[in-house]
């Protein structure tokens, strides 16, 4: 599966400040990509680059594996929601979504526009009160059902559920794996509630002060900071051997020597005693349950502040 986008030592400066500098990014095709970062460290400043919103100042960008003149053809292509919704408050889910479709000379029957409507959730919604009147949720899924119009590859989302309450934040989630696992869409989202990007992203990029500190797979990440048994011996290849017997399978020994077994995290203490009565010198053994949140705070070494 290649990258449908990359971009190359991407800059963005306003007089002597960068907003964002030298930042690499590699988004494979029929994921969703998590961009982490503060308010102000440079998420936004990217995705309206990657969007066609803004220029950068220097560095190159690619997608769907063409550059410049080639490329821009392809942001018909890229669907975006940044910020606030653009919604016309007096007007239904269905007029906005028509007007849209009519501005990008696509279909606009109302076939086509009901099954956006199906699939962002709003296939219910009264068509007689305007959007205006929607909760913050239903706005924000029909904002991304306006990104949608136009059925393109690839949708980019800044923020899409801050502010929404616990509810509308499951609603959203629910909506854009759907995209991804039923019409194979590549998302790209930011966010600042990382429990709720934990459970939906494929892969991330941390952006701190408008740097790419760190770049991971969701199956990186899990290894990094997933819930695990971990046990240091004095001879761990007696000890692995042991645990096998013992019908455990998921483990794997790190280059630091320390075993991880991420299944039976019930039983660490079964384990440890077997260990024990197995003479094998036991030096520590506990359960390891880092968040995405402290891995976060971990590589760039401050306070989460959203």
Do not use: W
């Not at 029929?30 to 961009?35: A, D, H, P, T």
């Not at 109302?110 to 956006?116: F, G």
């Not at 660490?268 to 197995?278: E, L, Q, T, Y």
Request: hydrophobic share 35%; glycine share 12%.
């Amino acid at each position: 599966m290649g990258f449908i986008m990359e971009t190359q030592a991407l800059t963005k400066t306003y007089g002597k400040k960068d907003a964002c500098k030298d930042i690499n990014i590699q988004i494979r095709e029929g994921e969703i990509y998590g961009l982490i970062g503060r308010n102000g460290a440079g998420k936004t400043t990217i995705m309206r680059i990657i969007s066609g919103l803004s220029r950068a100042t220097s560095g190159t960008y690619s997608l769907f594996g063409k550059t410049g003149a080639e490329m821009r053809k392809e942001l018909r292509n890229v669907g975006v929601l940044i910020e606030h919704p653009g919604l016309y408050p007096k007007l239904s889910a269905r007029e906005n979504l028509k007007i849209k479709c009519i501005g990008m000379g696509v279909d606009s029957s109302d076939e086509y526009i009901k099954s956006i409507l199906n699939t962002v959730g709003l296939e219910n919604v009264d068509n007689k009160k305007g959007a205006g009147s929607y909760s913050l949720g239903m706005r924000q899924r029909l904002g991304i059902g306006l990104a949608l119009v136009g059925d393109p590859k690839m949708i980019i989302l800044d923020e899409p559920i801050n502010g929404l309450d616990p509810q509308g934040i499951v609603e959203i989630r629910h909506t854009l794996a759907k995209l991804r696992d039923e019409k194979g869409i590549t998302i790209m989202i930011s966010s600042h509630i990382l429990d709720e990007l934990g459970k939906l992203a494929d892969s991330y990029g941390i952006i701190h002060e408008g740097k790419l500190l760190d770049q991971f797979t969701a199956e990186e990440l899990h290894k990094r900071c997933g819930q695990f048994v971990a046990i240091r011996t004095g001879d761990n290849e007696k000890a692995v051997s042991l645990l096998q017997k013992a019908g455990i399978q998921n483990i794997e020994t790190d280059n630091d020597g320390l075993i991880r077994v991420s299944e039976h995290l019930d039983e660490s203490d079964r384990m440890a005693k077997a260990i024990v009565n197995a003479n094998i010198p036991l030096k520590e053994i506990y359960i390891n349950d880092i968040s995405l949140e402290d891995y976060y705070l971990s590589v760039t070494g401050g306070e989460h502040n959203g």
